[in-house]
């Protein structure tokens, strides 16, 4: 009993370390020029295990992973010279208050949920002109087990998503700020947060434990929006998987922001500016996000992302990561869709 109960110590503090620590910051700005590091207030005094809780998203290579979607081939009628810039924003400014709106996963492992939400989001906004939110809400909650291969907080499969936008599609829901307002089916349940709250963040601290995966039903959350659940949904056309460089680009140049997964390591949640690479330390988890430009900074190929830790953490919650060279598996777990099957809507 005596062995047992220490077992059960030494497995509780696994993952009790502080996640970020002045001399890890100081490590990794020594031995690089590329980005810089620094104690993120969304992470202050946070431990490992609270970041590992957000990494979400199921790899390829794990036992739990199915590849769900056939790869997409360049149309050759798309080729045209790659621009060394993009960005969705600034391509389609009518959309770039959809596009450029940073979202937070709160104290969830919801991250599969977000990146594909948003960049769906994105693309429904390019194709149709309708800047409404969706909802995130509504994927996390119901892209499930059987769906999705999902265990809502506890993890996900960015690509099962796509392919759950495709046959059953996802309804509309905003932000937590928008719940009672009454203009969205499923705002985002889940109050914004940071982790043990730095002096400097304007977020409350999260919970203790991770937050319980939203159930939502087949029922608005907003009883005073206008429209029932299934008819609020939207679907996309087609839903497929990008393996190459150049096939992610000519398709965020005709259709907008795709969904990406990468590895998270131990370096990543000190990032606040520049173009990150895999630094020092080791793997916390699989994280999903949306990949919405590139371009290159001081020498470095780099993809411009949206995480959704909120605008306190990096670059007012965006990163910039190595192109190329598939930084963190970046570039070999890319999903994306077509919203909607009438063209003449396309940008």
């Not at 969205?184 to 043990?196: E, F, M, N, Q, V």
């Not at 400097?200 to 005073?224: D, F, L």
């Not at 998270?264 to 916390?284: C, E, I, Q, R, W």
């Not at 192109?323 to 777990?333: F, M, P």
Request: proline share 4%; aromatic share 10%; with cysteine.
């Amino acid at each position: 009993m005596f062995r047992l109960a220490i077992l059960a110590v030494g497995a509780w503090c696994i993952g009790a370390e502080p996640a970020i620590t002045q001399q890890l910051v100081d490590e990794i700005n020594a031995k690089q020029s590329s980005w810089v590091a620094h104690m993120s207030p969304r992470f202050f005094n946070a431990t490992a295990r609270d970041i590992k809780q957000l990494c979400g998203t199921i790899m390829k290579g794990d036992i739990r992973y199915r590849e769900l979607l056939d790869e997409k081939t360049v149309d050759a009628a798309w080729e045209e010279t790659v621009p060394a810039e993009f960005d969705v924003r600034t391509q389609w400014p009518n959309c770039a208050s959809v596009s450029g709106h940073v979202r937070d996963q709160s104290s969830c492992g919801s991250c599969w949920a977000f990146g594909s939400t948003e960049a769906f989001n994105d693309r429904r906004c390019i194709a149709t002109g309708d800047k409404t939110l969706m909802s995130a809400e509504d994927t996390v909650a119901n892209c499930g087990l059987l769906q999705c291969f999902s265990m809502g907080c506890n993890g996900g499969q960015p690509n099962a998503a796509w392919n759950w936008f495709k046959r059953t599609g996802v309804v509309t829901g905003g932000d937590y700020d928008d719940m009672g307002k009454g203009d969205t089916c499923a705002p985002y349940s889940l109050a914004p947060c940071a982790h043990h709250v730095a002096p400097s963040s304007q977020y409350p601290a999260c919970p203790s434990k991770e937050y319980p995966t939203p159930r939502i039903g087949s029922k608005c959350t907003e009883h005073s929006y206008g429209k029932s659940y299934s008819a609020d949904k939207k679907k996309a056309a087609q839903a497929y998987s990008l393996s190459s460089v150049q096939k992610i680009q000519m398709d965020m140049m005709k259709y907008g922001s795709v969904t990406g997964a990468f590895t998270v390591y131990a370096d990543f949640p000190t990032y606040k500016s520049g173009v990150y690479s895999h630094t020092t330390g080791g793997m916390l988890g699989g994280h999903a996000i949306k990949i919405m430009g590139w371009g290159t900074e001081s020498g470095e190929d780099y993809w411009l992302v949206a995480n959704s830790w909120n605008d306190q953490w990096g670059d007012h919650g965006l990163f910039k990561i190595r192109r190329g060279v598939n930084e963190c598996g970046i570039e070999s777990q890319v999903s994306a869709g077509v919203v909607t099957s009438l063209e003449s809507f396309i940008v």
